[in-house]
């Protein structure tokens, strides 16, 4: 890859990870940032084709009054149903999936040399970093004590229900090897920062490549 082509890197993590949280620095640090929950959301907006699927797959009680999607009422019916998940899936996925190329072009375009990172919530869960043709992928890591705790705490619900939202996910130790680069963010803010440092660090100096 030449020094001036962009470098196209996938950010991904478990639920309550803390990916966001380096998503954040990159963005600091002058990464040019595609949120792909983002996109979801764009993807079933009230109107679209998407969101009509949703309904009949699942009903109307997944949407809300105003014709937005209820996301709590949806989560409960595929966190613990994997067929449903797979069924919700491959309602959303391919549209998220064209629109983040698009996205990524038009970066391309306009930034020639840019660092571009795609944060992709399930990639390595449902999609291959060669989905998107990716130059890395970097895994927000924690322990699953500290990734419960923080669940629970952001979403207000029982360890019950914060241990079966996990279990929708890939375990995140099975991602770290199939990971270019970890960050462990089960330490303060500012270690995670630390770490996210030296990866834009190495990043700038060459190609994107395994440390």
């Not at 895994?139 to 996990?166: C, K, N, S």
């Not at 440092?197 to 395994?210: D, H, K, T, Y």
Request: hydrophobic share 45%; with cysteine; aromatic share 4%.
């Amino acid at each position: 890859m030449s020094r001036n082509a962009a470098k196209v890197i996938g950010l991904t993590g478990g639920i309550a990870s803390g990916k966001s949280l380096v998503a954040g620095f990159l963005r600091e640090m002058g990464a040019h940032v595609i949120d792909a929950d983002a996109i979801a959301r764009e993807v079933v907006a009230p109107g679209t084709e998407a969101i009509r699927e949703i309904a009949e797959a699942f009903g109307p009680c997944v949407l809300a009054a105003d014709g937005a999607l209820d996301r709590k009422a949806l989560a409960e019916r595929v966190f613990s149903d994997p067929d449903a998940r797979a069924r919700l899936n491959a309602i959303t996925h391919p549209r998220i999936r064209s629109r983040i190329e698009e996205e990524i072009e038009a970066v391309r375009s306009a930034h020639p040399g840019a660092t571009i990172v795609v944060d992709i919530p399930l990639l390595l869960d449902v999609a291959s970093p060669e989905a998107f043709a990716l130059d890395g992928t970097v895994a927000v890591t924690v322990g699953e004590a500290t990734q419960i705790a923080r669940l629970m705490a952001r979403d207000g619900i029982t360890e019950e229900a914060a241990r079966q939202r996990l279990c929708s996910q890939r375990p995140l130790r099975e991602k770290i090897p199939l990971a270019t680069w970890v960050i462990d963010n089960d330490g303060p803010p500012d270690a995670t920062r630390r770490q996210v440092e030296a990866l834009w660090q190495a990043w700038q100096v060459g190609p994107a490549q395994r440390a």
